[in-house]
């Protein structure tokens, strides 16, 4: 995909593809906080609704090293960096992404704003995402799940965030 | 594979995404050839920043 705007090369960081069965890829900004991103199988999520193998991937944003010993600052480049691995990994019509704000530290609602924000900003017309929110506690975890409008198992994944969004219910 | 029901499969998410940021924090601790990789990366980007600085 040829790079537009935000993406292109000046714009984000170099990134390093690593590879592996969990697809990572790397990048470190300028206050050198190091971040790995994977795309982990997770088919399993089809288990109940395809027979046979589904890219899905759950999509993980991990910072491996944070040497300013304080919150991550805020970095103009990073969005566009994950944003630029998405695109390399997501190339296939039949890709799947699951991307979860977990609860664990209350910060859920916010990663959650900032994941949309950078969706409806930046991602193809072709691209659907929808959200499913789990109560856990008084909290929620939120999932978001993007694919292409052409993806052949489109309704089986909108059946399966409607379950997921059912779950406690 | 098994079935799974909705909660077992949020369950699981949460349980990779927790998995994958110890490992990533793990890893660049105690593996000095991913650690290379970023370590490249880090001068990429301050080769970068000195082309920037003398435009």
New interface residues.
């Given amino acids: 995909m040829q790079e537009k705007g935000p993406l292109k090369e000046r714009n984000r960081y170099d990134f390093a593809w690593i590879g592996g069965e969990q697809n990572v890829y790397a990048f470190t900004t300028s206050d050198e906080v190091v971040y790995e991103i994977r795309f982990v199988p997770s088919d399993y999520l089809f288990i109940d609704y395809i027979e046979g193998r589904v890219n899905a991937f759950e999509m993980v944003i991990a910072v491996a090293d944070n040497p300013t010993g304080k919150h991550i600052p805020a970095d103009p480049l990073t969005e566009p960096t994950i944003l630029a691995i998405f695109y390399d990994f997501f190339r296939s019509l039949e890709h799947v992404i699951i991307y979860i704000c977990d609860s664990s530290d209350g910060r859920e609602k916010a990663r959650f704003r900032k994941f949309t924000s950078w969706f409806f900003n930046n991602t193809r017309a072709d691209l659907v995402k929808m959200d499913a929110w789990i109560p856990d506690g008084d909290r929620h975890t939120i999932l978001s799940g993007i694919l292409s409008r052409k993806n052949p198992y489109f309704s089986q994944f909108i059946e399966l965030f409607h379950n997921l969004s059912e779950a406690d219910k | 594979?098994?079935?799974?029901?909705?909660?077992e499969?949020?369950r699981?998410?949460?349980e990779?995404?927790?998995q994958?940021?110890r490992?990533?924090?793990e890893?660049?601790?105690n593996d000095p050839e991913?650690r290379a990789?970023?370590d490249?990366?880090?001068k990429?980007?301050a080769g970068?920043?000195a082309i920037k600085g003398k435009k």
């Fill in positions: 594979m098994k079935p799974m029901t909705a909660r499969k949020i699981r998410l949460v990779v995404k927790e994958v940021q490992e990533a924090r890893r660049y601790q991913y990789i970023f490249e990366l880090k990429k980007n970068k920043r």
